[in-house]
């Protein structure tokens, strides 16, 4: 796979839900195409530093609008808080947009309220932190049939999870993307699942196959 995965980025983003995706995604260390990876770009409303909620200083590479579909692999929305707020509208629109060209996009945990907001999750199965909070937060949703309890789902280039679910969330999308080789994948999970040093074992006997 070639293209850029862009990690959206915004005040008070939540640091873990991504992090177990955007270590794979830029390492490539385990990707079954040896010596490849995929380039991450930090996208945000402007291209103004950001602090996240853990109080790392993020500088973003560009701003939303300069974001190309011709260009992007996979879009990926982390957590936080305030995803209601206006300023996230522009990068909803992008999603949306990317969905329809076939461009997979990857929201976890409050992602998903804003998307739920924008109608995006009512014709595909998806997941979220609690049904409840979705139809309590967001008046338009009207997916309740689609929705699934559990901690990651993917449905026509959309993958939603629970943001108690970062390892999940990276196993689907790693997956989906089809960069790992299924016995890599499984035993990766494993390994941060359980950890079982049988795993770790496993985990380099794949790469090495």
Known sequence: ?????????????????YGFLAAELNSGRYFKERGARLEIRAVA????????MGGLRVLP?????????????LLVLPGGDGWLDPVHGPVIVKA??????????????????ALAAAGILDDR?????????????CA??????????EAAVMDRGL?????????????LVLGSLGLFSAKTLEAW???????EPRYFFDLMNSIQA
């Open 1 to 17: 796979m070639r293209g850029i995965a862009y990690l959206y980025a915004f005040e008070g983003m939540a640091d873990w839900e």
């Open 45 to 52: 409303p402007s291209t103004a530093p950001i602090r996240t």
């Open 61 to 73: 590479d560009c701003a939303i609008a300069e974001m190309l579909p011709e260009d992007c692999a």
């Open 96 to 113: 949306r947009g990317f969905l329809s060209l076939g461009i997979p996009v990857a929201a976890i945990c409050g992602a998903t309220v």
């Open 125 to 137: 199965a998806h997941t979220s932190n609690d049904l409840g909070y979705l139809k309590a937060t």
């Open 140 to 149: 338009a949703y009207k997916g309740e049939s689609l929705y699934r309890n």
């Open 159 to 171: 993958i939603t999870a629970t943001g108690v679910a970062p390892l999940e969330f990276a196993q």
């Open 189 to 195: 999970h494993g390994l941060y699942r359980d950890h």
